[in-house]
T-cell receptor
């Protein structure tokens, strides 16, 4: 059973460009979470999605950021008109449907650098 | 401010010694706590968890202690090995038992000297 997959692993964008980060959850998992990690800091919750639904986006900036988890395909975190402050590691986690254990399995992350 | 925090940002131990990593939390309503290990360039890896109705839980070479009176959590690693070198995060669930929104502390860097 493959783990959570994220791509690209590294992404470089110039200011003003768009960044698209993809996350494929573990097989059988229908809950996806996105977190952002700044250097030498802990992970900050951004958004929680189930298939075709955003459950909680309270940690995601209202401007320029959006997330989706379509019926088919990976979850996408999209950042429009990136700025230098968006440079960070973005981690995706997934958990099983109806999990009672709260355990979230993390992917390797995408490291976004905005130049 | 942060609900979850760590006492020490770095910890250096000798191989074979026991390690203790501490974590403080401020929300008495938190009911679930997790320790994650993050190696350089990788995502967090689940180590062990504990619910608020427990004081202690043991895994393989690791023990988590929860002191609800002082809102303190610790991770003990027995016979620390070089492969244990990583950043360790404690995280709490603030959603009243719902399955999302983990809140992470800043992390402690554990360095194991051979």
């Amino acid at each position: 059973n493959a783990g959570v997959m994220q791509n690209p692993r590294h992404l470089v964008r110039r200011r003003g460009q768009e960044a698209r980060l993809r996350c494929s959850p573990m097989k059988g998992h229908s809950h996806v979470y996105w977190y952002r990690q700044l250097p030498e800091e802990g992970l900050k919750f951004m958004v929680y999605l189930q298939k075709e639904n955003i459950i909680d986006e309270s940690g995601m900036p209202k401007e320029r950021f959006s997330a989706e988890f379509p019926k088919e395909g990976p979850s996408i975190l999209r950042i429009q008109q990136v700025v230098r402050g968006d440079s960070a590691a973005y981690f995706c986690a997934s958990s099983p449907r109806g999990s009672s254990t709260y355990e979230q399995y993390f992917g390797p992350g995408t490291r976004l650098t905005v130049t | 401010g942060e609900s979850v925090g760590l006492h020490l940002p770095t910890l250096s131990v000798q191989e074979g010694d026991n390690s203790i990593i501490n974590c403080a939390y401020s929300n008495s309503a938190s009911d679930y706590f997790i320790w994650y290990k993050q190696e350089s360039g990788k995502g967090p890896q689940f180590i062990i968890d504990i619910r608020s109705n427990m004081d202690k839980r043991q895994g393989q070479r690791v023990t988590v202690l929860l002191n609800k009176t002082v809102k303190h959590l610790s991770l003990q690693i027995a016979a620390t090995q070089p492969g244990d070198s990583a950043v360790y995060f404690c995280a709490e669930n603030l959603s009243g038992g719902s399955n999302y929104k983990l809140t992470f502390g800043k992390g402690t860097l554990l360095t194991v000297n051979p």
